[in-house]
């Protein structure tokens, strides 16, 4: 009797300890071959389960960011019984035709925070937006993280964050975020990317990283079971209509005590001998793409749809859109063009902020525009490519046979416009018919690997362009037809020209940047650099001014180079994030923006 009372009461213990499980989804990458099936098996398995609470997805919900993809993988979630909350990964953002709008607008938001038994569950983005480089966490995305948590009544209340990265160094601005958690009771991280299970400590948070749900090479994808009880959470790969697997990972839970601030890093580090920062404005809001600069105004286009107008370091205006802006502006002397993700091309005046007239798009539109002799040139994600007039912003033509959205600002030369699209090709059109002359095809197959995120540049004759398939390119301008073609140097999206036309500026994913011959059929090295900025994809621009090359990587570094020479003139750190296309005002004066919102002059003597 004594026997059967122990186990009774063992049996009711084990039960009190379940106190809930919930589904953990990650990185289902709909569009891909299996991945749409993949995820209807993994709802189908949860439901017929019965006894989960919800279900949380970390990211890189689709392949691509487009809107068929998003409301693909929408349309087969809804079909869980339970509730479920979920966050957006660098591939729903980074290649995404609406500038990662509809992210929100399909599935309701990009962050969520709700509340189950004695737990708070948040979930937010750490980009990239738009921009290839390293994660980071946008300004406004933190202040809303530290607004929750300062707003709970008990500060010792247990709690989980779900992101897509995890919080280590593929985040470059990480201890943002680790350094704001750590002042409260933080139980762990929950992540995906890696597409592997995985736990560790991120700078001493516990955090656990759940697998894809693709199947990969098996013939079933998966996904993780996550038993959360009072003392423990316990993760196990579900093998959706098959089997649960042991328990692989397990997190003590109860309350944290840490000790220290972490790990911090320096926001600026040190920089060359007589190069400073002269300037600095530090917006509160997520800066997508680099200001647009004359000789009279500087621009800056944020993504809570305002755009900021300077006179040298003197603010004189603001002007409020609709919507967020991923796309750097155009001007002329008192004209500014603002392309938004409300699928629209404005123009304002400058002065006066007054709007001249607007060209209503069938979808986002995250390209440049360009302004050039009257005209206004844009791209948009209706796939369609416009010529508009500037001053009454009535339509000259469009170009309608697209089959990817455009982004980077295009290339005018002898009477070509010249772009790319992210359908693989690159296209050159008659500057004033819109009559498609050619376009071009790389031998590597495949959407993103498509010449789009590189602005064209032009000489000799020849466009040059990089793109990530890693391969750098000279196409005949008249014909079409590539003259030479090398994968030699390992390239990806970033080029530049020299102000003469003889050099042609490319820089490989690690540490070196190059100067090739702009004359010659071949793929002629006049220089090469070793300029020990690391692994880098930034997607940022080369600029020369006055003989001085500029550049800037995905961890901050701006770098100044001697456009002849290739010797190395000096090097600034700013902050830690992503730095857009530098823009030099002279050899010693440049402007330097990121990703957060971050502005600055930087100047030598």
């Not at 000789?295 to 800056?300: H, I, L, V």
């Not at 890693?470 to 090398?486: F, L, N, P, Q, S």
Request: proline residues 3%; positive net charge.
């Amino acid at each position: 009797m004594k026997i059967i009372l122990h186990l009774l009461l063992l049996t009711l213990s084990l039960k009190s300890q379940t106190a809930f499980r919930f589904a953990h989804i990650s990185d289902t990458h709909i569009g891909s071959a299996t991945a749409a099936e993949d995820l209807r098996r993994t709802v189908h398995d949860i439901n017929s389960l019965g006894n989960i609470s919800f279900a949380i997805l970390t990211g890189d919900i689709t392949e691509f960011g487009a809107d068929h993809q998003l409301r693909l993988a929408k349309q087969i979630l809804d079909s869980l019984t339970v509730p479920w909350y979920i966050v957006p990964g660098n591939h729903d953002m980074k290649w995404s035709e609406s500038g990662g709008i509809s992210f929100s607008k399909i599935f309701g938001s990009e962050r969520f925070v709700f509340d189950h038994e004695e737990y708070t569950f948040l979930g937010l983005h750490q980009g990239p937006r738009m921009r290839m480089g390293d994660a980071y966490w946008a300004t406004e995305d933190v202040a809303w993280l530290d607004s929750v948590l300062s707003a709970m009544k008990n500060p010792k209340r247990r709690f989980f964050i779900a992101t897509h990265y995890p919080a280590d160094s593929g985040i470059a601005n990480w201890d943002v975020v680790t350094t704001l958690v750590r002042k409260y009771n933080i139980q762990a991280f929950l992540n995906g990317h890696w597409h592997r299970n995985y736990f560790g400590y991120f700078d001493g948070i516990p955090g656990v990283v759940g697998r894809s749900n693709l199947r990969a090479r098996d013939s079933v994808g998966g996904y993780n079971l996550v038993e959360v009880r009072n003392d423990s959470m316990i993760y196990s790969t579900r093998i959706p209509g098959r089997e649960t697997k042991h328990p692989w990972a397990i997190v003590q839970l109860g309350e944290r005590i840490y000790l220290s601030d972490g790990n911090m890093q320096a926001r600026i580090n040190a920089a060359s001998t007589n190069v400073r920062v002269a300037w600095e404005e530090r917006f509160r809001t997520s800066m997508s793409a680099p200001p647009a600069v004359t000789d009279r105004y500087r621009t800056f286009a944020l993504m809570d749809g305002s755009v900021h107008i300077y006179k040298d370091e003197k603010k004189i205006a603001t002007l409020y859109t609709q919507a967020p802006i991923v796309a750097s502006p155009a001007l002329d002397k008192s004209r500014i063009v603002v392309a938004s993700t409300d699928s629209s091309i404005s123009c304002y005046e400058i002065t006066t902020q007054k709007m001249i007239w607007k060209v209503k798009t069938g979808a986002s539109v995250v390209a440049v525009p360009l302004i050039d002799d009257g005209v206004v040139y844009c791209g948009s994600s209706d796939r369609k490519f416009r010529a508009i007039n500037l001053k009454k912003g009535t339509l000259l033509w469009s170009f309608d046979s697209l089959q990817g959205h455009v982004e980077a600002k295009p290339l005018i030369v002898d009477e070509k416009i010249i772009f790319g699209a992210w359908d693989e090709h690159l296209y050159c059109l008659d500057k004033k018919s819109g009559t498609l002359l050619w376009k071009w095809k790389g031998d590597k197959p495949g959407i993103l690997l498509s010449p789009a995120a590189c602005e064209p540049v032009s000489a000799g004759g020849k466009v040059f362009i990089v793109a990530p398939d890693r391969y750098t390119t000279a196409i005949d301008i008249i014909t079409g037809k590539e003259v030479w073609r090398t994968n030699r140097f390992q390239v990806r999206e970033t080029i530049g020209m020299s102000e003469d036309g003889e050099r042609v500026y490319i820089r490989t994913m690690n540490d070196s940047l190059y100067a090739l011959s702009t004359m010659s059929n071949k793929p002629e090295v006049i220089w090469n650099l070793h300029a020990g900025f690391g692994y880098d994809i930034n997607s940022a621009q080369i600029r020369e001014k006055d003989g001085v090359l500029f550049y800037a990587t995905k961890n901050g570094l701006l770098i100044a180079v001697d456009g002849k020479s290739g010797r190395l003139l000096w090097k600034i750190k700013v902050d830690n994030v992503i730095a857009h296309t530098p823009i030099p005002i002279s050899k010693n004066k440049v402007i330097f923006s990121n990703i957060i919102g971050t502005v600055c002059k930087v100047t030598t003597d």
